[in-house]
């Protein structure tokens, strides 16, 4: 039996739908104390045994403070919740010998080379991807090794907050702005399941899976994308600059062990589909 820890996010949510449309029996876990969840909170000491019953033999970790703003605005917080609270989860799933999903990040190489490999040094530059790098050190220095760790890069959904809006932006003919200078490697929500589907029947030892588009794309040509898929007017689309400080500069990478799961990089423009 699968375990989801955060089964109404982004990924949680559509994994267990997926599970649901394949007969895949699944648990799914969420602060709400809606029925068809099992209530934990990451932060509180609850007794884990009453939270994972005992046929449980793969647990996804979707849980967390998952912004970057978030993570920066209260870092005691976000550590709190994305470190201690992970790694105190995670030791006690080895104890039970349980099969461990760890959804990392692309971000972890902010400041590395363009399409780092899997076992490249990482370089965090945000709070938010130190504290992927730290969870991601405690699975990969343990003498653990039934686990994997997957590296997203942006999963785009209809529901990604920019996305819908600017959907409907683009829907009702109003112009949108998107940063030309800022560069993203999308992959789509289904791309993210599969990987991750694909790990859940494999179940590779020790293994690390950077999961992101081939090749970066800007935030401009990512609305291009968005038009050409929702086939509406390109015009609406205007350029713009970011001042933002620091612009990482590292957002694909080198994604050889996709190949493990018979998949590769998809192509940025895939990223709706
Ligand atoms: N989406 C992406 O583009 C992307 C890219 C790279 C990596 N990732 C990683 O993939 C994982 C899933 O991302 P996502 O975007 O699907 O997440 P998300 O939609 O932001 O949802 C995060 C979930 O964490 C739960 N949560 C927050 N604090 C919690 C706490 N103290 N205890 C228990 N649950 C808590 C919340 O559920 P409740 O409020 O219901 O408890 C929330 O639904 C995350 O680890 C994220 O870092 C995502």
């Not at 401009?220 to 990482?248: E, G, M, R, T």
Request: hydrophobic share 40%.
């Amino acid at each position: 039996m699968i375990f989801i820890v955060g089964g109404s996010s982004l990924i949680g949510y559509a994994l267990a739908a997926k599970f649901s449309q394949s007969s895949v029996k699944y648990y799914s876990s969420s602060r709400s104390i809606r029925s068809s969840y099992v209530y934990f909170d990451l932060s509180s000491h609850l007794d884990y045994d009453l939270i994972f019953p005992s046929d449980v033999t793969t647990v996804v970790l979707c849980a967390g403070l998952t912004s970057f703003s978030s993570c920066s605005s209260d870092p005691s917080l976000s550590y709190n919740v994305n470190v201690t609270s992970i790694k105190r989860l995670i030791s006690y799933l080895i104890g039970r010998g349980i099969y461990i999903i760890f959804l990392s990040s692309n971000a972890v190489f902010e400041a590395s080379l363009a399409f780092s490999h899997e076992d490249a040094p990482r370089h965090p530059v945000s709070i938010y991807a130190y504290q992927k790098c730290l969870v991601e050190n405690y699975l990969i220095s343990s003498t653990y090794s039934y686990y994997s760790i997957i590296r997203l890069g942006k999963v785009i959904s209809r529901s990604t907050p920019l996305i819908s809006q600017w959907s409907s932006s683009l829907a009702s003919c109003k112009q949108i702005k998107a940063f030309s200078n800022i560069y993203t490697s999308p992959i789509s929500l289904d791309f993210a399941l599969e990987v991750i589907c694909r790990v859940i029947f494999l179940k590779p030892s020790a293994a690390v899976f950077n999961s992101t588009a081939s090749h970066d794309i800007s935030f401009y040509f990512l609305a291009l994308h968005l038009c050409n898929y929702l086939n509406l007017n390109f015009k609406n689309v205007v350029q713009s600059i970011s001042d933002q400080s620091y612009i990482p500069t590292c957002n694909s990478l080198s994604c050889s062990n996709l190949s493990l799961l018979d998949l590769y990089s998809p192509d940025p423009s895939n990223c709706f589909s």
